[in-house]
Nanobody
Framework: QVQLVESGGGLVQAGGSLRLSCAAS????????MGWFRQAPGKEREFVAS????????NYADSVKGRFTISRDNAKNTGYLQMNSLRPEDTADYYC????????????WGQGTQVTVSS
């Protein structure tokens, strides 16, 4: 079993930055590819970014490409999402998740952290 706890959310003005963290406990964090997702009020959850187990490859939703950076520190069992040039449409609850290597579905989810971007 893996437990994930996100932190770093908050209220920020448009154009500002936030760095989200995802602390993992339990089984070996480095064994799992990681992703970040978000869900805005009244909308479905959407993919934001993902990173491989080693951190060597990343993938981003078009809406955040060039503004957000996903990373991980396996020695600290922690993943990150650096969010720059934030826009009001980035307002959402942000979730980190882990999936087993080779699986398509994410199995472990955090409780989420709220990000609000004011215009």
């Amino acid at each position: 079993q893996v437990q994930l706890v996100e932190s770093g959310g908050g209220l920020v003005q448009a154009g500002g930055s936030l760095r989200l963290s995802c602390a993992a406990s339990g089984r070996t964090f480095s064994s799992y590819p990681m992703g970040w997702f978000r869900q805005a009020p009244g909308k479905e959850r959407e993919f934001v970014a993902s990173i491989t187990r080693s951190g060597g490859r990343t993938n981003y939703a078009d809406s955040v490409k060039g503004r957000f950076t996903i990373s991980r520190d396996n020695a600290k069992n922690t993943g990150y999402l650096q969010m720059n040039s934030l826009r009001p449409e980035d307002t959402a609850d942000y979730y980190c998740a882990l999936r087993r290597f080779g699986a398509t579905e994410y199995e472990y989810w955090g409780q989420g952290t709220q990000v609000t971007v004011s215009s």
